[in-house]
């Protein structure tokens, strides 16, 4: 089956992803294929129709410039091979994809918003989670966080990647993965148990999700993940709304095809807690209140009254 490779970038971030040819639908919403996640993008911005030969962009939610051209909303633009889309900063190309490509599934782009994040907040060695020791005997030290698809064993003894030198802890305490929807801890059947956010952490995976603020308790250690990606996607969630989020579990509709895509995320914003707090707030009530709707009455009822004195005084 043939496949066609979308490239988006913006500075230091550059991901790519293949698709079925198709319609591919780009905007903010969970529905879209190429997800960007800008407050100046549309739930649902513009759709690349790559059916055939003909390639067209369609703009939905807002002007997109196609080569040299500005495209308004409801008007098609031709789109040739390589040629640069533009919405909001982002560039969005789209060419054939190698012929050993495969269509990618939820695991891989829900990965990919993460990433893109990190490449725009510096990297895993500005962005990346680090988990940062708050009690026990090594208080103070952080322990970074492997690679995507990558394990981190701590534990007090051999077999152990992150020692720490803890009696409470088993010798293979407790496993912290970097996978597809963020950080997740699995107890390695220690003696004393771990505890993520308060709770018990499974000994089976997936494991138990951790976020950026949890702490995870083995022994007498307790660490704190500190996860800037998850931060700002979160905070971005919140500010916009749901749409934005990634998917909790994968989606086996989404796992192949046009409509499977990439999560891309804008830089961070600075936003002011009352900002945030007006976005928050719940929406005033369409229905008056008692009190509102007295005032109303009393005003119809002199009204009447005057009505029926003018056509009396007229008659």
Known sequence: MRLL???????AAARAIDVAPGPV??????TCAVRLFDEAVAAEHLVLHLDG????????????RVGAREVAVGARAPLAAGVAVTVAGWTITVDDAPSDAVPAGVERTASLARELVRDLLG?????GPVLEIEAGP??????????VGERLVIGRGEGAIAVI??????????AVDRSWDGVRVVDLGSKNGTRVAGRLAPRVEPGALVRDGDTVEAGGTRLRLVDPADRYLRDLEARLGPEVGAPSAPDVTQASGPETGVAVATPPTATSAAARAGASAPLPSASPSPGGRAPLIVAVAIAVIAVIALVALLV
């Open 5 to 11: 490779r979308i490239a988006v970038s913006r500075g």
């Open 25 to 30: 639908r780009v905007g903010r919403a969970a």
């Open 53 to 64: 030969a003909a390639w067209q962009v369609e703009p939905r939610g807002g002007p997109v």
């Open 123 to 127: 990297g895993d060695e500005q962005g």
């Open 138 to 147: 090594d208080a103070g030290r952080k322990v970074v966080l492997p690679a």
């Open 165 to 174: 030198l803890d009696p409470d802890l088993s010798r293979q305490h407790v």
